[in-house]
């Protein structure tokens, strides 16, 4: 399988400023996922990172408060803007590549960006 | 997908086996099980999945009960490396599946 790198791995930002995490996978996947997860939670899925074009977010997440970009098979970055304490979380990039037919393709996960937001 | 119940927390003497089981009594026809895995501060780890028959790989078996509604991932020599949260997922296998994580099994191993 893949193997998945982000930057930052962690960091403390203030109140009404923004992050953005860079996912790097080690060879060409076809999708790129952003999860959410919070203390003690599991995984929620934010978008799924289009490669060319605008993200698919899911409900209850927004372009204007998680700016994703996809410029090739390799790379994403999500941002997180104006940020509050809530947005405290780690953040989860993921990829995965498409096989034919019905065929099972892995779907592998960088080691999460975990943010405090103060 | 269909939505899969796990009991929240388990605990597996080292050197034994693990059963962690799911249900998943909503499941369709087309949609797999999925097993994955999150140790601590990493992010989650494939196991292994099915859709119909029980399969194993080098690091689980898993067991689909005949009428698919539910099933059990066996780790058969759990060591204190496999104390994780256990996440069973239900869903398509199509290249659009988005994998929805439910709350999961947090098993502990024992020494």
Redesign the interface.
């Known amino acids: ?1 893949a193997v ?1 790198s982000q930057k930052p791995s962690r960091d403390i930002c203030q109140r009404g400023t923004s992050l953005t995490i860079q996912c790097q996978v080690d060879s060409q996947v ?2 790129m ?1 952003w ?1 959410r997860q919070q203390p003690g939670q ?4 934010i978008a ?1 990172a289009n490669q060319g074009s605008e993200a698919t977010y899911e409900s209850g997440f927004v372009i204007d408060k998680f700016p994703i970009s996809r410029p090739n098979l390799t790379f994403s970055t999500l941002t997180v803007s104006n940020m509050s304490p809530e947005d405290s979380s780690i953040y ?1 990039c ?1 990829g995965r590549t ?2 034919s037919g ?11 960006t975990r943010l405090t937001v103060l | 997908d269909a939505k899969t119940t796990q009991p929240p927390s388990m605990d597996c003497a080292e050197g034994r086996a693990a059963n962690l089981p799911c249900n998943h009594s909503t499941i369709s026809g087309n949609e797999y099980v999925y097993w994955y895995r999150q140790i601590h501060s990493q992010g989650p780890q494939y196991i292994i999945h099915g859709l119909k028959n029980n399969e194993t790989n080098e690091m689980a078996s898993l067991i689909i009960t005949e009428d698919r509604k539910s099933s059990t991932l066996i780790l058969p020599h759990a060591t204190l490396r496999d104390t994780a949260v256990y996440y069973c997922i239900v869903g398509g296998s199509g290249s659009a599946r988005q994998l929805t994580f439910g709350s999961g099994t947090q098993l502990t191993v024992l020494p």
């Open positions: 399988s998945i076809t999708m996922f999860y599991s995984l929620t899925l799924t989860l993921s498409s096989g019905l065929s099972y393709n892995e779907q592998f996960f960088g080691p999460g």
